[in-house]
């Protein structure tokens, strides 16, 4: 298989600020841009029998992807190896992940990963050849989970509230009743405050109904 590549071609996939590799039918990586190697491609120590720290294999792909899995998220990033490793060869179809990587400073980051199959002039040639891009989504992902913590915490009423016609009271969950201030404070995230309307003052305080009316 044979690829011709422009030196404007070469120029781009080297300026692109997305961590670029190129990856055989073996996972094998052939061919990096400059960011990948300012970023992911940097090594991960990782300690051997003997105990002392050795480089982790750089240019084996999905090795590479198990050596930036922290403990907490082993599980999700060894099944999006597997189904890497069941992608049928030749490369066919396009597929993206969301992976989380542990980084060379202990940093947890997460990466969306892009991979294309890399078509020859010859459409009916098919690749063993794919490109991945990788572009750091953290702040996003951040974003995300403040959002669904909100949303956790947002609490609603709804449906029927069994109240009481005399005295107002509220019948909870547990059958208990309780006022309408304590039931809102359980249920919602309201805060209340005390005052008096208009037509109790006159009921209650007969004698300053006619500073309200002077108001009115």
């Not at 590799?21 to 400059?34: A, E, F, G, K, P």
């Not at 949303?151 to 309408?180: F, H, M």
Request: with cysteine; charged share 25%.
């Amino acid at each position: 298989m044979r690829y011709l590549i422009s030196d404007l071609e070469r120029l781009s996939f080297q300026s692109m600020h997305h961590q670029l590799i190129i990856v055989d039918h073996n996972w094998i990586i052939r061919s990096c841009n400059t960011a990948w190697q300012q970023g992911l491609g940097q090594p991960h120590p990782k300690p051997d029998i003997s105990g002392t720290s050795r480089t982790s294999e750089a240019s084996h792909y999905l090795q590479l992807m198990e050596s930036w899995t922290s403990r907490e998220e082993k599980a999700k990033n060894a099944k999006i190896v597997q189904e890497l490793k069941n992608i049928t060869i030749p490369f066919n179809d396009c597929c993206t992940y969301e992976i989380p990587i542990q980084t060379i400073h202990r940093e947890q980051r997460w990466f969306r990963l892009e991979l294309t199959p890399l078509r020859q002039a010859d459409p009916t040639l098919l690749s063993d050849l794919a490109l991945i891009a990788h572009t750091d989504v953290t702040e996003q992902k951040h974003t995300e989970q403040q959002l669904k913590k909100a949303l956790s915490e947002v609490r609603t009423l709804r449906g029927l509230l069994p109240i009481c016609a005399v005295c107002k009271q509220i019948k909870d969950e547990q059958d208990a009743w309780n006022s309408v201030e304590s039931y809102l404070e359980k249920h919602t995230h309201a805060e209340f405050t005390h005052d008096i309307c208009p037509d109790c003052i006159r009921r209650l305080y007969p004698k300053y109904s006619n500073i309200l009316d002077k108001r009115s």
